[in-house]
């Protein structure tokens, strides 16, 4: 298949590029490699890319790229590319979680719409649900986020819905909880519990650590994702890991792979959901999601693939 991946230089499109690449599959990868975070650790995402013969890129923002161009040919669209971050959401940088999550999926679905498509996938969050009142969380449950990056994720999830039943764009939108595993974003936690763990500088806990997380491993993720562009599934569904786990949990077993952590107890921010866990009973279903990595595992492989990378790096 010839896909288009958007957000390829990122933490997931990375791994997605990878992944497709492996199945055979043809990428066109557009990243504007924003600065949300160092764009130097997006570019050595790329680098790991680059050399595979059915790869390119295309250093584009989506706001005002030639999409018309970019998406010559594709039959598969995987729409990755936004802001993420809930923290930093509030404020004056609202103004880019708007731009870069809800505009440029407009933009691109407008683009896309009179094209033959298979699917358009688009990297939705367990961020829409907020503090959901049934655990696990079944997809029919009203949406309430509690952050304005759960909002804009939202509404971008209900622009994808809207253009599917108005124009019959075959959209998926995909409910990724907490993602996690080698090339994690370095503002998530355990990107930053792995590099407390290893330098002995401070991890700030934040409110009581008993808050718990649906803990998705990446391997996992991209496999549901081209499942889901292959089936004949559209609508959106569920991806979590299946086993909620406490940040208190995650950080006893970050120590028994590395060493002790030394806590910095901070109180919860507005923003933070107490509890998230996935229903992925649709996801089954529909395209076969079955998550096979447990925390554990998950985990050594982040702690090996960065403990390689310090190494290779001084
Ligand atoms: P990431 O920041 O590593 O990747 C996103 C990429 O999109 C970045 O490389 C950035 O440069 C690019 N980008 C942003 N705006 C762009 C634009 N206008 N044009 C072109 N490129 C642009 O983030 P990630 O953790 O890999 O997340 C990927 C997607 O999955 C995001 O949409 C995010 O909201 C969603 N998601 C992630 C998680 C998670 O746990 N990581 C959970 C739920 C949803």
């Known amino acids: 298949m010839r896909a288009v991946v958007t957000g390829a230089a990122g933490f997931i499109g990375s791994h997605l590029c990878a992944h497709l690449l492996a199945s055979g ?22 680098r790991l890319l680059a050399p595979h013969p059915a790869f390119t890129h295309h250093r584009a923002d989506l ?12 039959e598969v669209v995987y729409h990755l590319a936004g ?39 688009y990297a939705s969050s367990s961020s829409v649900y907020g503090d959901a009142p049934v655990f696990p969380t079944p997809e029919t449950v009203c949406p309430r986020p509690v952050s304005p990056y759960g909002v804009t994720k939202l509404a971008a999830e209900h622009v994808c819905e809207l253009y599917r039943t108005a124009h019959g764009l075959p959209t998926v939108s995909l409910r990724l909880f907490t993602v996690y595993g080698p090339r994690q974003r370095p503002d998530m936690a355990f990107a930053r519990l792995i590099d407390a763990a290893l330098t002995g500088g401070p991890f700030p806990l934040y409110g009581d650590g008993e808050q718990t997380r649906d803990f998705t491993y990446v391997g996992d993720v991209v496999t549901a994702m081209r499942a889901a562009a292959c089936a004949g599934f559209t609508g959106v569904a569920n991806l979590g890991g299946g086993r909620p786990v406490s940040m208190k949990q995650a950080v006893t077993t970050v120590e028994q792979l590395i060493g002790p952590v030394i806590l910095h107890a901070r109180p919860g921010g507005p923003g933070e959901a107490r509890h998230t866990g996935a229903d992925i009973a649709l996801a089954a279903r ?10 554990y595992d998950g985990l050594t492989a982040m702690v090996k693939h960065t403990m390689t990378w310090r190494h290779l790096n001084g």
């Not at 706001?63 to 594709?74: E, F, N, P």
């Not at 993420?84 to 505009?103: E, K």
């Not at 529909?286 to 925390?295: A, C, I, K, N, V």
Request: net charge neutral.
């Open 83 to 121: 802001q993420p971050g809930v923290r930093p959401s509030w404020g004056a940088d609202f103004a880019r979680y708007a731009d870069r999550n809800l505009l440029a999926t407009q933009t691109l679905v407008e683009a896309a719409r009179r094209r033959p498509l298979r699917k358009f996938l």
């Open 63 to 74: 706001l005002d790229a030639d999409l018309g161009t970019l998406l010559d040919g594709a």
């Open 286 to 295: 529909e395209f076969g999601y079955r998550p096979r990595t447990d925390l």
């Open 25 to 46: 599959d043809t990428v066109v990868g557009i990243d504007a490699l924003t600065d949300s975070y160092d764009p130097a650790l997006k570019a050595r995402n790329l």
